[in-house]
Structure formats: C-alpha cells, structure tokens
Nanobody
Framework: QVQLVESGGGLVQPGGSLRLSCAASGRLFSIYDIAWYRQAPGKQRELVAAITSGRSTNYADSVKGRFTISRDNAKNTVYLQMNDLKPEDTAVYYC?????????????WGQGTQVTVSS
C-alpha cells in the first residue's frame, strides 16, 4: 500500500500558475505509473495527467499544452506544473495509481489539494 499526500494548491487568478506535489510513501514507488486526478463540485473525478515508471506522459485534452507532469523517484514525489490556469481548472486535485489493473485498485485517497482559479 502506498500512502499519498498532495500539496501546493491555492487561489490563483486566471492565467496564473501553480505547482502541485504528491509525496508518496513506499520504497517501490518508482515502479508505479502515477496519475493526477481532479474532482470539481458536482462532477465525477477525472484523470488529468499520468506518468509511467519510464517517464512517458499523457494528458487530458483539456490540459494539454498547459500542464506538465513529472516525477522525482529519489524523493518519491510526482509533480504537476499547471500554467495558464482557467476557472474550469478549479477542483480538488488528487494523485493515485494510474493503472489499477497493476495495483489491484486505487490506493487510499489522500486529502487532495484545492485549486481555485478566480479573479
């Protein structure tokens, strides 16, 4: 089981930037594909970006060209750099496994980090 702690959210104006961090426990963290998800009020959780153990990445169409996912295995941390933020990016952001078929399901969800984009 991997434990996750998200941080870095906040209130930002449209066009602004934030960098989210996902700190994970577990010495095997580097072998897992990790994803950032988000959930806006009244909406289902959606995948935003994912990174494989080999650092291949993929993104939801809504964030392509604006968000960048990366990882530092030495620090057991995955990052999400978010640029040119829009009001529709407002949500609670979570990290978790990107491949539930490999991990046998999602790990316990962390508390998430709130991102609010508003003028």
């Amino acid at each position: 089981q991997v434990q996750l702690v998200e941080s870095g959210g906040g209130l930002v104006q449209p066009g602004g930037s934030l960098r989210l961090s996902c700190a994970a426990s577990g010495r095997l963290f580097s072998i897992y594909d990790i994803a950032w998800y988000r959930q806006a009020p009244g909406k289902q959780r959606e995948l935003v970006a994912a990174i494989t153990s080999g650092r291949s990445t993929n993104y939801a169409d809504s964030v392509k060209g604006r968000f960048t996912i990366s990882r530092d295995n030495a620090k057991n941390t995955v990052y999400l750099q978010m640029n040119d933020l829009k009001p529709e990016d407002t949500a609670v952001y979570y990290c978790n496994t990107a491949r539930i078929a490999v991990t046998g399901g999602y790990w316990d969800w962390g508390q998430g980090t709130q991102v609010t984009v508003s003028s």
